[in-house]
């Protein structure tokens, strides 16, 4: 279990969309996003899956909002991204992200990345899912946005077939 890491908004989102939130609980001790991914999350508005995020929030157990500070944008990146970043950095921890300019700029400096694809890969090692095909699937159905290249990728990691099984 990786004790710290600092997420961005989109994996938190694609996560809570299909109910599956409760895997960044089980998989790390603690993460921290900015105030600023907070305020772009929008929890007073509804959304599928906004309901767990809330309660994650409002518990303030595995999940913590964290004051980033003045900050200037970076690297052509969004606010959010930037103080996720600039937290990482901060804590020494890895960052989750899956925006492809956001890791890039975080490799660049230094940080170690984690995306949403590989939570699935540890959430079926560590028998928390049955299948990684069926999550990036109903990720998928939701709107986020993986390449068939990247759901190959993963699925042979996990040593599933994500050909065989339609949408």
Not at 104 to 126: C, F, M, N, P, Q
């Amino acid at each position: 279990m990786i004790q710290l890491v600092v997420s961005d908004a989109g994996p938190l989102v694609a996560l809570s969309r299909v109910r599956r939130l409760s895997l960044l609980e089980a998989l790390f001790e603690t993460v921290i996003i900015p105030r600023v991914v907070l305020d772009e999350l929008k929890i007073d508005e509804y959304r599928p899956g906004i309901e767990d995020l809330s309660l994650a929030i409002e518990k303030n157990s595995w999940l913590k909002v964290e004051e980033q500070g003045e900050l200037t944008p970076f690297g052509g990146l969004d606010a959010g991204e930037c103080a996720a970043i600039v937290l990482a950095e901060r804590h020494q921890c890895p960052l989750l992200v899956d925006e492809r300019k956001g890791r890039a700029v975080a490799r660049k400096r230094g940080v170690d990345i984690i995306g949403t694809g590989r939570v699935l890969l540890e959430a079926k090692d560590h028998q928390l899912i049955p299948s990684v095909s069926t999550v990036l699937r109903e990720l998928r159905k939701q709107g986020y946005r993986f390449s068939d290249r990247l759901c190959q990728r993963l699925t042979e990691h996990a040593n599933e077939d994500f050909t065989s099984h339609p949408d």
